[in-house]
């Protein structure tokens, strides 16, 4: 964040966050990218023993009760690793949502706690085969029977799938009912007819284990109903908030490891003569970035300030909406102006920057795509 716009308490945990990130081996960060290691399990589990997973959460339950202010400037911080290893980090905060709103004391002690004291792995089943940003096309079905609910249905692209402990996953327990009155959210663990298989080749953000998720007549107890029956959708616009917060706060960082590396090595290599960072076609591009970088940091400040003072929904919806878009944007256009600095050698894997680029690439598509997020943006802006 920008340095004015912090507390001494956001300084503190900010500088926590920096030694954590300091202590990520490299070697998993490039194992991760080989495929060589499915999903980070030892990360998670140190950030959790420094008490850094589940900031916003209560801390009976293992978290800081921290806002949303507090927590995207650890998050940036953690994206300076890519979105891997960040998606590891943020996706307590994001299963955790549903589960600290609409969760009862119950579900809380058995799935939150844990969740945030690393001692389990969670990841949101959400999107669907041909489903694509449609939540609610929804096909997966769950069928009451007794105690039980019989879900029964395929989600894809779900980070976390090879070694997660339990699912949060949304299905269609009303087949005749309206689109948005029809889905129920539900805690799936881990077990009989749970299929979940870690395939497939991406271009970037790999070893965070994403995969499909299969559900064959799985058996789930009543109990794990989060929320009402048919209520999902309460608890998907709730949940595009930490899903869009963590992605714009994420791609900050992401963007800013690009730029300081980029930068580095416009100070110390020459051309003609003269240090490049001398030539305007480089130093305009470092301007521009740390300019967009800057404004990115300013509106995702902005939007957690909306979101952490009970501002107007539909106002906080847009301007979350905003942030992710904006971030996500113009972390794309730093790394690509990172690797225009730098040249031939970006393109290669001796440094970072190919790597934090195909990572990039994604977070523009995650989470709903950008235009989706420029419909509820003009949607928002014309109902005001």
Request: proline share 3%.
């Amino acid at each position: 964040m920008l340095e004015a716009m912090l507390t001494d308490d956001q300084r503190e945990l900010r500088d926590q966050v920096r030694e954590f990130v300091r202590w990520v081996p490299r070697q998993l960060i490039l194992d991760m990218d080989a495929d060589r290691v499915q999903y980070p399990r030892d990360f998670v589990q140190e950030a959790a023993r420094r008490n850094l997973l589940g900031l916003r959460f209560p801390r009976e339950y293992g978290g800081r009760g921290l806002n949303w202010e507090d927590e995207i400037v650890a998050i940036e911080e953690v994206g300076v690793l890519g979105t891997s290893l960040a998606c590891a980090y943020v996706m307590p905060s994001i299963v955790g949502e549903a589960l600290n709103g609409f969760g009862t004391t119950e579900q809380k002690k058995r799935w939150l706690e844990p969740l945030v004291s690393g001692e389990k792995i969670a990841a949101e089943a959400l999107t669907e085969p041909r489903g694509g940003s449609d939540f609610f096309g929804t096909t997966t079905q769950a069928r009451r029977d007794g105690d039980h609910y019989v879900l029964s249905g395929q989600k894809r692209f779900i980070v976390g799938a090879a070694k997660s402990d339990f699912f949060l996953v949304y299905a269609r327990t009303d087949p005749k009912g309206s689109p948005h009155q029809s889905i129920s959210a539900f805690i799936v663990e881990r077990g009989p007819g749970v299929e979940a298989e870690y395939l497939y080749g991406l271009l970037g953000t790999r070893g965070g284990g994403t995969g499909r998720l299969v559900l064959r007549d799985v058996r789930v107890p009543a109990e794990n109903l989060i929320g009402k029956e048919h209520g999902a959708s309460d608890i998907f616009y709730r949940m595009m908030i930490p899903e869009r917060m963590t992605s714009a706060a994420g791609a900050i960082g992401m963007g800013r490891a690009a730029l300081e590396v980029a930068t580095r090595d416009s100070d110390r290599r020459k051309a003609f003569g003269e240090k490049i960072r001398r030539f305007q076609a480089v130093s305009f591009k470092v301007a521009d970035s740390v300019t967009m970088l800057d404004a990115a940091r300013g509106l995702v400040y902005a939007a957690a300030r909306s979101v952490d003072s009970n501002d107007d929904p539909a106002r906080s919806r847009r301007l979350v909406s905003e942030a992710k878009k904006f971030a996500t944007e113009a972390s794309w256009q730093v790394i690509n102006h990172a690797m225009q600095i730098i040249g031939g050698i970006g393109y290669t894997n001796v440094y970072p920057i190919e790597r934090l680029l195909r990572d990039a690439r994604l977070i523009m598509i995650w989470t709903v795509t950008n235009e989706v997020m420029d419909l509820i943006i003009q949607h928002e802006y014309y109902r005001e």
